[in-house]
């Protein structure tokens, strides 16, 4: 069964950082594009960012690039999300998911990701 285990959430003060990690237990993702999105209340779950299963893509939601990063470390089966210059507006829960494929098309489309972690919490409040 695979599972994928979020952390690094937490409550930040504008313009702070925090960095997520998502490691995945029971199967490997090395060959499988991995992607994080993110859930506030009443609202659709958007998507963050997304890397191609060799790490040479990266692609990234509108509201958040040029402060969140994106990387893998497929040799602990991790995904990570770096994010800086925290806004309010960011405050989510934040979800990594993986694709059953290598494809990299359609990729802020939640529905194209097989598997999703259980989500953390983000919280951006002064």
């Known amino acids: 069964q695979v599972q994928f285990v979020e952390s690094g ?7 702070g950082s925090l960095r997520l990690s998502c490691t995945s237990s029971g199967r490997t993702f090395s060959r499988n594009m991995m992607g994080w999105f993110r859930q506030a209340p009443g609202k659709e779950r958007e998507f963050v960012a997304a890397i191609s299963w060799s ?4 692609y990234y939601g509108g509201s958040v ?3 969140f990063t994106i990387s893998r470390d497929d040799a602990k089966n991790a995904v990570y ?3 800086n210059s925290l806004r309010p507006e960011d405050t989510a829960v934040y979800y990594c998911a993986a694709r059953s494929t290598s ?3 359609t990729y802020a489309a939640p529905n194209v990701y097989t598997y999703w972690g259980q989500g953390t919490q983000v919280t951006v409040s002064s």
């Open 55 to 58: 790490g040479g893509n990266t």
């Open 81 to 83: 999300l770096q994010m």
């Open 9 to 15: 959430g937490g409550l930040v003060q504008p313009g």
């Open 103 to 105: 494809s990299t098309t």
């Open 65 to 67: 690039k040029g402060r």
